[in-house]
């Protein structure tokens, strides 16, 4: 009985393949991915309250957060990290909050999806303002 040998060109696809898987694990879980949980197992310092302006949103992206501020006095939060593939997000503009590895589009006062490929919301982090700091996380 003989066993089946793989052709030069069976070969050469299958390292085609690995090398472009590879480059997306590294583009989504690299620099712009998510390391650890979608959203803070602990509570998380954001700052002074009026750094998210009233009507708009901003992005923590070193905590994997954004918060908006719908109405004067009015927090939500929402984790960064994508729903599709993990990546974080890397920037809110006009009401969009945009993943920069597959190009899906969320709500930044709701977090639903405006655009795939996502196919869930940004989950919704619970956040309070506190002695003019915003605390986003458990307990918040």
């Known amino acids: 009985m003989s066993t089946p040998h ?3 060109r069976t070969v050469l696809q299958g390292a ?11 583009a989504c879980e ?8 979608a959203v803070p197992t602990a509570p998380v310092d954001l700052g002074a309250v009026g750094e998210v302006p009233v009507g708009g949103a901003r992005l923590y992206r070193e905590q994997r957060l954004l918060v908006a501020q719908p109405a004067e006095g009015q927090y939500k939060a929402f984790s960064a990290v994508c729903t599709h593939a993990g990546c974080v997000v890397d920037k809110v503009q006009d009401g969009k909050v945009h993943c920069p590895c597959h190009g899906s589009l969320f709500d ?17 982090v619970p956040v309070k303002a506190d002695g003019g700091k915003l605390i986003a996380g458990p307990a918040a």
């Open 6 to 8: 793989a052709s030069r």
């Open 16 to 26: 085609a393949l690995a090398g472009v898987a590879g480059l997306c694990a590294t």
């Open 30 to 37: 690299g620099g712009t991915g998510a390391k650890g949980p």
């Open 108 to 124: 930044a006062t709701t977090g639903k999806v405006l655009q795939g490929p996502a196919g869930a919301p940004l989950p919704s």
